[in-house]
């Protein structure tokens, strides 16, 4: 069955940067689509952007510059990398492939 698994959370400082990783299973990787999607405390999901089949990528305004998306095929795994994290970054952070989603990660930003 298709699983996307992702790690790489945790409780980091303002200013610090992390990379998300999203390990996938039980579909063909590289012919796929894939979106990264957050969920602040109290808010509702807010999409981020998304990596195509052939490495195109789509980002919102807000996060361009501090948020890359990222892929590796061989490995079957997508990346969020985020930069100068500030205290609104945190959220869960989910990665979705139509229909499937992962279980997410939490990312806390705070000094």
């Known amino acids: 069955q298709v699983q996307l698994v992702e790690s790489g959370g945790g409780l980091v400082l303002p200013g610090s940067s992390l990379r998300i990783s999203c390990v996938t299973s039980?579909?063909?990787?590289?012919?796929?689509?894939f979106h990264w999607v957050r969920q602040g405390p109290g808010k509702g999901l807010q999409w981020l952007g998304q990596?195509?089949?052939?490495?195109?990528?789509t980002m919102i305004d807000s996060v361009k510059g501090r948020f890359t998306i990222s892929r590796d095929d061989g490995r079957n795994t997508l990346y969020l990398q985020i930069d100068n994290l500030k205290p609104e970054d945190t959220a869960k952070y989910f990665c979705?492939?139509?229909?499937?989603w992962g279980q997410g990660t939490q990312v806390t930003v705070s000094s």
């Open positions: 979705a492939m139509r229909p499937y």
């Open positions: 039980g579909l063909t990787f590289s012919s796929r689509s």
């Open positions: 990596i195509t089949d052939r490495g195109v990528i």
